[in-house]
């Protein structure tokens, strides 16, 4: 399993970023996708998270209306377009899927991509 995150960096306040999680070695269509962060000093938190169709998405309150969770089954993508940038969404951003193996709950994470706001 290897999921690869990229589109951080800087912003200013207000502005908009597009990151995107490519997926590979599992079948990506089978598996709910979530987007998660950690700021300096705090714990992951889940930002958002898409079914695996697509059809179902829930965000944490802090980014509702701002942030758009979704994926493209056919390029094993999922994406979080993120609009109306504040200095408090600056985090690392990590894509993660969990695969259930033999009763297991395996979490698979990314590397992470950095996203700064200026105020």
């Known amino acids: 399993v290897q999921l690869v995150e990229s589109g951080g960096g800087l912003v200013q306040a207000g502005g908009s970023l597009r990151l995107s999680c490519v997926a590979s070695?599992?079948?990506?269509?089978?598996?709910?996708m979530s987007w998660y962060r950690q700021a300096p000093g705090q714990e992951r938190e889940l930002v958002a998270f898409?079914?695996?169709?697509?059809?179902?998405?829930n965000y944490v309150d802090s980014v509702k209306g701002r942030f758009t969770i979704s994926r493209d089954n056919a390029k094993n993508t999922v994406y979080l377009q993120m609009n109306s940038l504040r200095a408090e969404d600056t985090a690392v951003y990590y894509c993660?899927?969990?695969?259930?193996?033999?009763?297991?709950?395996?979490?698979?994470w990314g590397q992470g991509t950095q996203v700064t706001v200026s105020s």
């Open positions: 993660k899927v969990r695969i259930p193996r033999l009763g297991v709950r395996n979490d698979y």
């Open positions: 070695g599992f079948t990506f269509s089978n598996y709910l």
């Open positions: 898409i079914d695996s169709a697509g059809g179902v998405t």
